[in-house]
């Protein structure tokens, strides 16, 4: 009898410990599950907030790019003709597909016999378009920045060769310098047609041996230098 009372003792307190055991993983099961509840909580929070910041930044961007566009389109058309137009290709398509693919490809369309044509401006001989869609691009990056210090320049469309379209340039550089109220310096060895829209114009010159002077000259006296080299005649009309 006294053997068997011991042992139902063991038992109860074997028990009592498997139920304190029991209790205390219980105890730790729900605090582990707090933990995962709250993580849970924190995740849904931190992936709602990175969809949120995507979506406002992928807006900003958006309406960036499309004032890019605008600007780089305006000054095609002023240059070439009206028919182009900056294109920024973000591979939108490519990424709501569930493709990971972040690129932002500049393009130009333009009207050939009626028919759009659209290139990668980089593959275009010449480099005319090139320079003509960076420097619209740095004007909206200075408009977007507020900056409102004189902007240099220093050999810009020296691949733009034909005369019609340095002309076009340089009008589109003076309608911008009137339009945005912006002092443009610009070194150029096509005084004949910049220097027709220039308010000053100064000649920077180098004999051997010698340090270089600058000396200021007018539009008219540049025509007529050129005209005793080539023994023709110039117009000073705009």
Not at 10 to 38: H, P, R, Y
Not at 68 to 95: C, P, Q, W
Not at 148 to 177: F, Q
Not at 221 to 238: G, K, Q, R
Request: glycine residues 4%; contains cysteine.
């Amino acid at each position: 009898m006294d053997d068997f009372n011991t042992r139902i003792n063991n038992i109860k307190i074997d028990l009592m410990k498997k139920k304190g055991a029991k209790e205390t993983l219980e105890k730790n099961i729900k605090s582990l599950q707090g933990e995962i509840e709250s993580l849970q909580e924190e995740s849904s929070i931190r992936t709602k907030a990175a969809i949120f910041l995507n979506q406002v930044l992928d807006e900003q961007r958006n309406k960036s790019l499309v004032e890019f566009e605008k600007i780089g389109s305006e000054m095609l058309k002023y240059v070439y003709d009206e028919s182009y137009n900056l294109i920024f290709d973000t591979h939108k398509t490519a990424r709501d597909n569930g493709e990971v693919d972040f690129r932002i490809e500049i393009k130009t369309s333009n009207l050939i016999n009626g028919q759009e044509l659209i290139t990668n401006p980089l593959t275009q001989k010449g480099g005319g378009v090139c320079e003509t869609i960076a420097f619209a691009l740095k004007m909206a990056v200075l408009n977007f920045s507020g900056y409102n210090g004189p902007l240099v320049l220093d050999e810009s469309w020296k691949s733009v060769s034909a005369d019609t379209k340095i002309d076009s340039v340089a009008r589109c550089l003076k309608s911008y310098s009137v339009n945005h109220k912006r002092q443009i310096i610009f070194s150029t060895h096509r005084a004949d047609v910049f220097g027709k829209f220039a308010d000053n114009i100064y000649r920077v010159e180098r004999e051997k041996d010698k340090p270089s002077t600058v000396r200021d000259i007018s539009y008219e006296t540049i025509l007529e230098e050129l005209a005793e080299l080539n023994n023709v005649s110039f117009s000073y009309d705009s």
